[in-house]
Nanobody
Framework: VQLVESGGGSVQSGGSLRLSCAAS????????MGWFRQPPGKEREGVAV???????NYADSVKGRFTISRDNAKNTLYLQMNSLNSTDTAMYYC???????????WGHGTQVTVSS
């Protein structure tokens, strides 16, 4: 099982980024997938999840700004991030699991830095 994130980088406040997570090694279309992040000096927190039926859930802090999506044909998870601000600065991780409350597989992360 492998999850490989990409798309992170440095952006100015108000800008946008799209993260991608390429998945391989398991029945991806039946799994719940999600994005998590860990800001500097803080604990990891959930950002958004998308279940196998396409239903989504977002942290209050990103609602209306971030959009999670998945392309099962490409085995890829996405996170479109708009209106970024400094509080979005973090290492972003992709995760997958059989249930949205139990993530078993994790990527190594991609760094997002937002400057004001």
């Amino acid at each position: 099982v492998q999850l490989v994130e990409s798309g992170g980088g440095s952006v100015q406040s108000g800008g946008s980024l799209r993260l991608s997570c390429a998945a391989s090694g398991y029945p991806r279309s039946t799994y719940c997938m999600g994005w998590f992040r860990q800001p500097p000096g803080k604990e990891r927190e959930g950002v958004a999840v998308i279940d196998s039926d396409g239903s989504t859930n977002y942290a209050d802090s990103v609602k209306g700004r971030f959009t999670i999506s998945r392309d099962n044909a490409k085995n890829t998870l996405y996170l479109q991030m708009n209106s970024l601000n400094s509080t979005d600065t973090a290492m972003y991780y992709c995760a997958a699991g059989r249930r949205c409350y139990e993530f078993t597989y994790w990527g190594h992360g991609t760094q997002v830095t937002v400057s004001s």
